[in-house]
């Protein structure tokens, strides 16, 4: 595809998610829509900040490649939601989620890597 389009899996996430929701249905994230758009390399990012925790779940948060825990908290919170949490930090996680120099967009690509991970 145009762009390099095709070697970004957020890119591929958020237009899966734009498709789904143009279908006619409600506006939530299924599972499914969420594992059609997996399928890549983690942000470098990834492994020294967000897989500390969430490869294993400490402290409740989801798991990387649980599409269904992801979706919930995408349907709840929508992206913008889960920015500010990573940002603010929730729960056990600090603020920052350990990648204090990540961007809004980078945060973002990390949230749709692991919820679309297989």
Known sequence: MRGGFAKNDWQ???LA???ASCSGGDDSVSPAV???ASGGTPPP???ASCGACHAVGVAGAPKTGDSEAWVARL???GMDGLIASVRNGVNAMP???L???CSD?????LINYMAAAN
């Open 12 to 14: 591929a996430f958020f």
């Open 75 to 77: 349907n709840a919170r």
């Open 45 to 47: 990012q990834y492994a």
């Open 34 to 36: 969420v594992k059609a």
């Open 17 to 19: 998610i734009s498709l």
């Open 99 to 101: 990648c204090n120099s």
């Open 95 to 97: 603020p920052g989620g």
């Open 105 to 109: 967009e980078e945060h973002a690509e």
